[in-house]
């Protein structure tokens, strides 16, 4: 059974581009969390994830962040018109059900030129 | 005031010793979590729990839900346990809020 897989595992933007970030869960698992961790930061919670639907997205930006998660396929976050402080690495984790152990991808460093 | 509180920042040990980190938290929560990131980055899940301890070979957690405080333990401790612990409050809708971590180096 492979574990959360997020790809790429380094991503390199210049100002303006846009960024896609994806995340398989583990096999089973339905519901997909995502969290940023700025350098030198502690990690933050961004979006959670059911099939098809945004449970709770208060950790994201209001402006240039998304994120979905669709029936078939990977869950994506993606950031339009990158900016130099979207430089971080972002992680994303899965579980089976709600309030489970989550299980972590490698991370994407994202690095904004 | 941060809702989720880690003590120390950074500990440093010598090997076979034994260690304690700290978390405390002032939101209501449903688990508590322990998390371990590598040098290298990547996160791994050591512990989940909502009362009383657990333990994992060396690891052992324990929580006080009445005090809002759990603890890491690692008896035994090694080079290679050398990494950053992360508590992490569990709140509803299974968010997590992390501590900022405590940066672990075991020498030999």
């Known amino acids: 059974n492979a574990g959360v897989m997020q790809n790429p595992r380094h991503l390199v933007r210049r100002r303006g581009q846009e960024a896609r970030l994806r995340c398989s869960p583990m096999?089973?698992?339905?519901?997909v969390y995502w969290y940023r961790q700025l350098p030198e930061e502690g990690l933050k919670f961004m979006v959670y994830?059911?099939?098809?639907?945004?449970?709770?997205e208060s950790g994201m930006p209001k402006e240039r962040f998304s994120a979905e998660f669709p029936k078939e396929g990977p869950s994506i976050l993606r950031i339009q018109q990158v900016v130099r402080g979207d430089s971080a690495a972002y992680f994303c984790?899965?579980?089976?059900?709600?309030?489970?152990?989550?299980?972590f991808g490698p991370g994407t460093r994202l690095l904004v030129l | 005031k941060n809702e989720v509180e880690q003590s120390p920042q950074n500990l440093t040990a010598q090997e076979g010793e034994f260690i304690t980190i700290n978390c405390s938290y002032s939101?209501?929560?449903?688990?508590l979590h322990w998390l371990q990131q590598h040098p290298g980055g990547g996160i791994v899940s050591l512990f989940m729990?909502?009362?009383g301890k657990k333990k994992h070979g060396r690891l052992i957690a324990t929580i006080n839900i009445q005090e809002k405080h759990s603890s890491l333990h690692i008896t035994a401790s090694h080079p290679r346990d050398s990494a950053v612990y992360i508590c992490?409050?569990?709140?509803?809708?299974?968010?997590?809020?992390f501590g900022e971590g405590t940066q672990l180096t075991v020498n030999p």
């Open positions: 984790a899965s579980s089976p059900t709600q309030q489970e152990t989550q299980y």
């Open positions: 096999k089973g698992h339905s519901h």
């Open positions: 994830l059911q099939k098809e639907n945004i449970i709770d």
């Open positions: 939101v209501g929560i449903s688990a």
């Open positions: 729990l909502s009362s």
């Open positions: 992490a409050a569990e709140t509803s809708g299974s968010r997590l809020t």
